[in-house]
C-alpha cells in the first residue's frame, strides 16, 4: 500500500462519515478533514520506516548505551497531531448530523 491510497481512504472514511451532517457542516469540516488524512498518511510512512530500521538503535559494542531512532520522535508527535484533529471532527460531527425523519415523533 502506499502513502497515498492510505491518504484517500482516510479522506473517503471521513468523508462519508460527514456524509450523514448539514452541508454547512461538510462544508466546514472539509478543510479538516483532509488535514486528517494527510497527517493520517504521514503517520503510515512514519510507521514504515521505523518498522523497516526498527524503533530503537542499540551501540553494537556495548548494548546498555540505546537510542530512539528520530522517527520515533516525530510518529509521537504526528499521532498526537492525528488524535487532535479526531476529536475535533467527531465534535463537529457528532453535534450536526441531520435527524430521520421519525413518524413516531408525532405522537409524542
Known sequence: MSKQKQYQLELDKWNELFSLTTP?????????????????????????AIIVSGA?????EN?????????????SRMTDNYANIVNKLNGLRVGNVIEEDDELGEYE
Open 24 to 48: 454547512e457542516t461538510q462544508k466546514a469540516a472539509s478543510g479538516l478533514i483532509a488535514k486528517a488524512a494527510y497527517v493520517h498518511s504521514l503517520c503510515w510512512e512514519l510507521e514504515q
Open 56 to 60: 530503537i538503535k542499540i551501540h553494537p
Open 63 to 75: 548494548p546498555t548505551m540505546q537510542r530512539a531512532i528520530p522517527a520515533l520522535k516525530e510518529y
